[in-house]
């Protein structure tokens, strides 16, 4: 008989097909719970990224207000540009203009410089958290024509975001902020994802939370919403341009940390898959010894009755199913016998009688 016509093959090959169609299912059920996490992931980093930078340009339009509300808020400045330079009441002037830069610099923290310049008598008044006589310099040197607008520069070591703004063509007021203190807070946050950068237009990193200065370096050199390797491990970008401060923004985290969730429901998948693979393997070894064993002993045992082996006594336990056909074949073989047995006992018997009366005939 072909092995093709037999019931344990055609329950392999029904087992197998439900294993396929169950393997099917589950591959593209998690294909597309991991493509709506991917796309969550890439809007909740759209999202954090617009915060930070909704966050980011807040602190510095705030600044912006102050420094374009001094001159109509300190009467000095005023003073200072019109009386004698370094008379009594200049010097007390310079005094309080002094007092309340240095006020307003600790009131918002952001401020590393802030300064007065009155052209007319070349006149600075500087207040920086740094060294005086280096932010002297450099403050001259940088002789800008950019006025109302924030701009990224290079000052002692650190990038600074600069704006300065022009008053009745003979006052200057500029400000300096440091992007590493803008920066601190979001170095602070307990999170693997909080990681920033502020790079300028040509890509040069300027500052970032980022412990490691290369992986800010492949992060702005990156296209926006891009991944990228670095040592082997695969980081996720996504990039803003902020006009108000004439930078970028680059928020940059590790793959493996911001793809957590999907790797869990990979490794779910697979596992599920596996144990369902376990079981319906178990279920068909259970299967051929429940079904197909007590099948072939009882076939087996039917093939014996009808080459005429009546002596069949199948011993062993079936479920009850089979039992049943165990014992209807056990009863049916004895049967048989019995008949079998009966038979041979009455020609017997008709032969002793056939043989008596021949030999009453030959001997009357």
């Known amino acids: 008989m072909s092995i093709f016509k037999t019931l344990n093959f055609k329950i392999t090959i029904l087992l ?10 589950s591959y593209c059920t998690n294909y597309y719970i991991i493509k ?6 890439t809007v909740s980093m759209e999202n954090t990224i617009n915060i930070y930078k909704e966050q980011i340009e807040t602190t510095v339009n705030q600044v912006s207000y102050y420094i374009s509300s001094i ?17 009594y009441d200049y010097n007390i002037c310079r005094t309080n203009l002094y007092t309340m830069l240095m006020r307003d610099a600790n009131y918002y923290s952001n401020i590393d410089t802030i300064y007065v310049h009155f052209e007319n008598t070349n006149e600075y008044v500087i ?15 940088q002789n800008s024509s950019v006025f109302g607008k924030w701009y990224p520069a290079r000052y002692n070591g650190d990038y600074m975001l600069i704006s300065t703004l022009k008053f009745d063509d003979n006052i200057d007021i500029g400000v300096m902020l440091n992007l590493n203190d803008i920066i601190k807070p979001f170095k602070n946050k307990n999170s693997k994802n909080s990681n920033i950068i502020f790079s300028d237009f040509t890509n ?5 939370s980022l412990q490691s200065q290369e992986i800010a370096t492949a992060a702005v050199s990156a296209k926006s919403s891009s991944t990228f390797k670095h040592k082997n491990e695969e980081y ?3 990039s803003k341009r902020s006009e108000t401060m004439g930078l970028d923004i680059t928020f940059v985290a590790s793959k493996k940390t911001m793809y957590e969730n999907i790797s869990f429901i990979k490794t779910f998948t697979y596992t599920s898959l596996l144990l369902i693979m376990a079981c319906l393997l178990i279920y068909l070894l259970a299967l051929n010894k429940i ?6 002993k009882i076939t087996n045992a039917l093939n014996k009755l009808s080459a005429g082996n009546q002596n069949i006594i199948i011993k062993e336990k079936f479920i009850y199913e089979f039992d049943i056909i165990k014992n209807a074949i056990n009863n049916m073989s004895h049967k048989i016998f019995l008949l079998q047995e009966s038979t041979k006992k009455q020609n017997e018997s008709l032969r002793i009688s056939e043989v008596k009366r021949l030999r009453l005939q030959m001997n009357p």
């Open 16 to 25: 197998t097909a439900i294993i396929l169609i169950i393997i099917s299912l």
């Open 127 to 141: 207040f920086t958290k740094g060294d005086y006589y280096k932010c002297m310099d450099y403050i001259k040197a």
């Open 71 to 87: 001159l109509g808020n300190n009467s000095d400045i005023e003073k200072m540009s019109f009386i004698e330079k370094n008379s």
């Open 236 to 238: 996720v970008s996504i």
């Open 204 to 208: 040069t990193v300027l500052a970032t």
């Open 36 to 41: 709506q996490n991917e796309e969550a992931i």
């Open 291 to 296: 079904l197909m064993e007590p099948l072939r």
